[in-house]
């Protein structure tokens, strides 16, 4: 018999206070949640090792990403990152300030600018990059191959 946890003791007392009311739903949304906020935890710990924030670690992948020469303007970035402008912008600010990247002019606006990674930054996100990659497998290690494909199928198809 599976362990009980938390989320299982929250929907059997909802099941038990209102039987006339599914919880089911909790025990999907619950666990997703507290995974959320254990394995975020866990992967922001691992950004400190090289000095960096989740969302600065987020541009830097981006801009990785974005390949040479390694540019994106504000927009991209706030595309390529999920976040608002002002997010965007925060996150560049901190990662200016580090040396982790240059904004210049974008050719042919004078008022826009590109951010591009320095070679700082992209020393620091080829180093950190796989380092996030094995604490991102090291929180999938109870799940076989198989088990990872089908989650990721589910929560995809949860998506949309």
């Known amino acids: 018999m599976a362990e009980v946890d938390r989320v299982g003791t929250f929907v ?8 006339d ?13 507290r995974i959320s906020d254990e394995f975020t935890a866990v992967l922001v710990e691992n ?8 969302g600065e670690f987020d541009v830097l992948c981006a801009l990785r990403r974005a390949g040479a020469p390694y ?8 595309d390529h990152t999920m976040v608002t402008a002002g997010a965007t912008s925060k996150r560049v600010d901190r990662l200016e300030a580090a040396g982790l990247v240059v904004r210049q002019p974008q050719t042919g606006d004078g ?3 590109v951010v591009t990674l320095s070679p700082q930054g992209r020393r620091l996100i080829d180093e950190a990059y796989p380092a996030h990659l094995l604490v ?15 989650l990721e199928g589910l ?4 998506i949309g």
């Open 12 to 19: 059997e007392q909802w099941r038990r206070e209102r039987p």
């Open 71 to 78: 540019a994106l303007n504000h927009s991209e970035l706030a």
């Open 136 to 150: 991102e497998d090291e929180l999938l290690a109870p799940l076989s191959r198989d088990e990872r494909e089908q």
């Open 111 to 113: 008022r826009a600018r």
């Open 47 to 54: 950004y400190r090792r090289f000095g960096i924030g989740e």
């Open 155 to 158: 929560l995809r198809k949860l």
């Open 21 to 33: 009311l599914d919880p089911s739903p909790m025990a999907v949304i619950g666990r997703m949640r």
